[in-house]
């Protein structure tokens, strides 16, 4: 945000403004008279300064009346006093002259062109007061061809101006450095990679250079600049935790396009290709349209009466026969905070169980328990524009280019532009080559090597003492522990060398702010919450907490993780992470929601699926979760889903668990519904419905609310306004929020009357008081120790750019056509071993099972460590991976599976 000063002004055609610190000329222009007071041409908001056009030119003059010069206003700066000539004669004539001689370059067919009406150059144009080119035509680019090779991503470059627009996208936004100028004078064009097309190039898809491109020289196949809608309406993306927000372009009932707004403060204008381009599963011909009964053995259709009528019917018949105990529910990340809310709501107030847990438990529960029993609070520090100033960043256990790319994209560029970048992890990921340290562990060693890392800070007398002694309790414990490690274990087990361990730990300690960010790789392991408290040791002995630019992070996997467990949709806590075993607690959920609740700590999701397999738990129901694909040892977890009496699933479509279901609901996707979402760094959006829900679907929140009141229990209307009132009425949290109040950009909980948004936590204090240091002892995953023999390979698991999950979305996109399969990374060590080349088909077998893929042979990987994704139900590959699981938390141990591999 700019500061103004008060006392110094500068004059815009002789009236005076006040002016701001750091401004240019065009942005003081644009504050005060608008954007498009003074054309542009190489100019966007969401890009540097550039000045190679020089349609922004004007006159300035030291006084009034003084002698003038001409100089471009995108990137000149302001000084106190300046006199600036936006219309006179001769910036005028200068800028009809400079766009002319652009247009005896460019074909004058506005008419049919995908961007008349919405075109930069043809709007300059009008401004400048051109009404013919008076310039003969003479060479020109005119004849270039078409680029229509890539399923998203398109080019007609002879509409070019040479503007490097999109060149500076590419590079200032994405960091990707697929496009550039080549050539020199009327030669200079853009070219992609070595002069080849989008689909042969490094082109990831972002769409940055569309959106920045002023013309249609470089657009996409939704035509995104086209004025064909006739509706536009800023909604928050479905799919990762940054929580990008989008601008959907709509007609009638369809989704045309989707942009990036530039003032969204998450994400600017960027987004990843999910969520600008992979939408249109919205509307897909498998899309449920219909509830859905099993009747003698087959899912047939139904009225909404009679799906309602049935499920209410044997919920009771449950209740009445076995007790709210047999009964247990999953919500959902993908789903709205209010239908979340109402959820653990409906578990909670009218079956009488504290059953409920949501995907949180299969990523980042360890996340929230770490956090809280160091902090008092498990979320995320800081905000991710603090990036811009920290002075170290530390990646544990994350890829964020591919998982969460626009945030992964910002700390790319800060560490091209030289701030440290450390990463602990087992592959080499795309940001690798970009780090000062790379600590490729073995997977499963994360807390040896953290106590390692936290040993050389204390060796080298980093510690800050005074952090340490006014902020912080049990270090004495903490040291001592650190003192008695034995390091040539350490490095044996973790297969880093110390020195390379001493030198990150060296860099983070000195730095004047480090940012630690942790994905998954740290908190699906057996050790997953102890690692978490790990990290927060770090931060706390070195005094990275409360400040701009520090902080423990955690890259939250999903669209509203983070929501949903704010919500309470967790078995051990209710609304607002309330203790549900507290005798208070309890009386004060049950004064507000007018029904009596349980005091006694539910099932968490694995605790579920045994008690289905051992017919304890006799009804399920899932909102938005796929748990026979995505959770681990899927043998397992069809045998629960089996020998359920009665399931029941909310889906958008078919899936391998709606395949055992008993009802299935039709619900309605994120284009179809208003509510909001939190994502990573605690800002809660609003997400507003950009087009009717799909006929035959209903939005989630409002199955919920009729279920409720079906089965006698009076609910009102689930609305974004009035169930966030609700909802900001029993989370302390989220006191201050309104609808209203959330505006555009969202607000960070904590949220403080007049929806006032807390940007970083533990600034003065800890919510648990003191914050408190952790000793842990590291231990081996009995994945390991059991299969070391049978099972000598580790297979790790992650997600890909392309895709989301187990891909229920993005396979029915083109995304499919850029990725279409999971394949299995193997060293060429190793490959070479098992006689296996790239493209091989590959067995992978655990104690659990098998499955086959394609192998790619890749030195990303050590040798011994295997890497695949899950986003394929045709590979099932959580058919292989492991019950194992985090010991706080029951998190799953995705990223340790013993397995053995051979070629097909």
């Not at 990679?193 to 013309?215: I, K, L, N, Y």
């Not at 807390?758 to 408190?772: A, P």
């Not at 077998?845 to 990987?861: D, H, I, N, P, Q």
Request: charged share 25%; aromatic share 6%; hydrophobic share 35%.
């Amino acid at each position: 945000m700019i500061q103004i000063a008060k006392d110094k002004t500068a004059y815009i055609d002789g009236t005076p403004h006040l002016i701001g610190e750091g401004e240019s000329l065009l942005n003081f222009i644009d504050r005060h008279k608008g954007r498009g007071h003074v054309p542009t041409l190489c100019d966007a908001p969401q890009l540097e300064p550039y000045g190679a056009c020089r349609v922004c030119s004007v006159e300035v003059a030291l006084e009034v009346d003084g002698p003038r010069r001409t100089v471009a206003s995108c990137h000149t700066p302001l000084t106190p006093g300046l006199h600036i000539f936006t219309e006179s004669e001769k910036v005028n004539d200068l800028r009809r002259n400079i766009v002319e001689l652009v247009l005896t370059d460019h074909p004058l067919d506005c008419l049919t062109c995908e961007v008349n009406g919405n075109c930069e150059l043809q709007s300059v144009a009008a401004k400048v007061g051109i009404r013919e080119v008076r310039y003969p035509q003479g060479r020109n680019h005119l004849d270039r061809k078409k680029d229509l090779s890539h399923p998203y991503m398109t080019s007609d470059l002879s509409k070019c101006i040479n503007c490097s627009r999109c060149v500076r996208a590419c590079d200032e936004i994405q960091g990707q450095f697929v496009l550039s100028m080549h050539g020199r004078g009327f030669d200079s064009r853009i070219i992609k990679g070595f002069d080849t097309s989008f689909e042969d190039s490094d082109c990831v898809s972002c769409g940055a250079c569309s959106q920045a491109c002023p013309t249609s020289a470089i657009s996409d196949i939704f035509q995104s600049k086209s004025i064909e809608a006739t509706n536009h309406t800023r909604t928050v993306c479905t799919y990762c935790g940054v929580g990008c927000n989008l601008e959907v372009a709509t007609k009638g009932n369809e989704v045309l396009s989707i942009q990036a707004p530039p003032n969204a403060e998450t994400n600017g204008a960027h987004t990843c290709l999910k969520g600008r381009y992979a939408f249109r599963f919205y509307n897909h011909p498998d899309r449920l349209r219909s509830p859905l009964i099993r009747r003698e053995g087959k899912l047939v259709e139904a009225t909404w009466e009679e799906a309602y009528d049935h499920i209410a019917e044997n919920l009771n018949r449950i209740l009445k026969d076995s007790g709210p105990d047999a009964i247990a529910g999953i919500s959902s990340a993908r789903c709205t905070n209010e239908e979340n809310y109402l959820m653990q709501k409906f578990i909670r107030a009218v079956i009488g169980t504290n059953n409920i847990d949501c995907c949180a438990r299969v990523c980042h529960s360890p996340t929230a328990e770490g956090m809280q029993r160091s902090f008092g609070t498990g979320a995320a520090t800081n905000s991710i524009d603090d990036i811009n100033e920290t002075e170290c960043m530390l990646v544990v256990g994350a890829n964020p280019t591919q998982g969460h790319p626009v945030t992964g994209a910002r700390i790319k560029q800060r560490a091209m532009k030289g701030i440290p970048l450390i990463i602990i992890d087992p592959r080499e990921i795309e940001i690798t080559p970009y780090a000062k340290h790379h600590l490729q562990l073995r997977p499963g060693t994360n807390v040896a090597l953290l106590n390692m890392f936290s040993y050389y800070i204390l060796e080298a007398g980093l510690v800050d003492q005074d952090f340490v002694e006014r902020r912080c309790e049990n270090w004495e414990e903490l040291e001592a522990g650190l003192k008695s490690l034995d390091l040539d274990e350490i490095e044996k087990l973790t297969g880093v060398d110390r020195q390379e361990v001493k030198a990150a730990a060296i860099e983070y300690a000195s730095a004047k702010g480090a940012m630690s960010f942790h994905g998954l790789g740290v908190t699906e392991h057996s050790q997953g919450a102890k690692t978490v408290m790990l990290i927060a040791n770090l931060a706390m002995m070195t005094g990275n907490i409360g400040r701009r630019g520090v902080g423990v992070n955690p890259l939250r996997g999903q669209n509203n993780v983070q929501g949903a467990a704010d919500m309470g949709a967790q078995p051990h806590q209710g609304a607002g992470y309330l203790d549900v075993t507290d005798p208070k607690i309890q009386a004060h959920y049950e004064e507000y929601y007018g029904a009596k609740v349980s005091g006694e700590i539910g099932y968490k999701i694995p605790e579920m699926f045994e008690a289905a397999r051992n017919g304890d738990l006799k009804s399920l129901w899932l909102m938005g979760e796929d748990v026979v694909q995505t959770d681990p040892n899927s043998e397992a977890v069809r045998a629960a889903m089996a020998n359920l009496d009665f399931l029941v699933v909310q889906e958008i479509f078919m899936t391998e668990t709606a395949q055992y279901a008993n009802v299935i609901l039709p619900a309605s996707s994120f284009l179809e519904k208003s509510g909001t979402f939190t994502n990573g760094e605690r800002r809660i959006q609003r997400v507003n419905a950009a087009v009717e829900p799909l006929e035959g679907t209903k939005p989630d929140g409002q199955i919920m609310v009729e279920i409720m009141n079906r089965m006698g229990y009076e609910q009102s209307a689930c609305t974004p306004e009035g169930t966030l009132a609700e909802v900001a009425g029993i989370v302390p949290f989220f006191a201050g929020a309104t609808w209203e109040g959330l505006g555009d950009n969202g607000k960070q909980w904590p949220i403080q009357e007049g929806c006032e948004s807390t940007t970083i936590l533990h600034t003065e204090s800890f919510k648990r008081g003191l914050g408190k240091f952790h000793f842990i002892e590291f231990k081996e995953s009995s994945e390991i120790e059991d299969n070391r023999e049978q099972f000598p390979f580790i297979l790790t698991t992650g997600r890909l750019l392309e895709h989301y999950n187990c891909g229920t979305m993005t396979r029915r996109t083109r995304n499919s056509e850029i990725v279409s399969k999971d394949v299995l990374t193997i060293n060429p060590v190793d490959a070479e071993v098992k006689k296996i080349c790239s493209g091989d088909h590959l067995r992978i077998f655990s104690a659990r099972g098998e499955v086959t893929l394609e192998a790619e042979v890749s030195e990303e990987v050590k040798p011994g460590i295997l890497f695949t994704t899950f986003h394929f139900p045709e590979h099932m590959v959580n058919n292989i991976t492991s019950d194992v699981h985090d010991g706080d938390t029951m998190c799953p141990e995705y990223k340790v599976t013993s397995v053995d591999v051979e070629k097909v």
